[in-house]
């Protein structure tokens, strides 16, 4: 069966710099689109980029264009975001996703910005 499983988040000071990693299996990884998304408190789960196969496109949310970064690693079954700048308001449990024949999510990794 799928399963997706992040890791990589933490406690980081505003400005500091993380990077999520999610291992993915159960499927053909290198065919299927995969997505971040994140989840704050009291807020609906909300989009952050997605990369598609074989890496020949990505997209990122407005709000975290040009500090965050989506890659895959197909020989690894892993997609990684790169989060450069953090702010507080980037506070927030962190899932990956993608859709093989319905939705997938992990069970999610905590990212927490704070002085």
């Known amino acids: 069966q799928v399963q997706l499983v992040e890791s990589g988040g933490g406690l980081v000071q505003p400005g500091g710099s993380l990077r999520l990693s999610c291992v993915a299996s159960?499927?053909?990884?290198?065919?299927?689109?995969m997505n971040w998304y994140r989840q704050a408190p009291g807020r609906e789960r909300e989009w952050v980029a997605s990369i598609s196969t074989f890496s020949l496109g990505t997209t990122n949310a407005v709000s975290v264009k040009g500090r965050f970064t989506i890659s895959r690693d197909n020989a690894k079954n892993t997609v990684y975001l790169q989060m450069n700048s953090l702010e507080v308001e980037d506070t927030a449990v962190y899932y990956c996703h993608t859709y093989v024949g319905r939705a997938h999510w992990g069970q999610g990794t905590q990212v927490t910005v704070s002085s």
């Open positions: 159960g499927f053909s990884f290198s065919t299927y689109g």
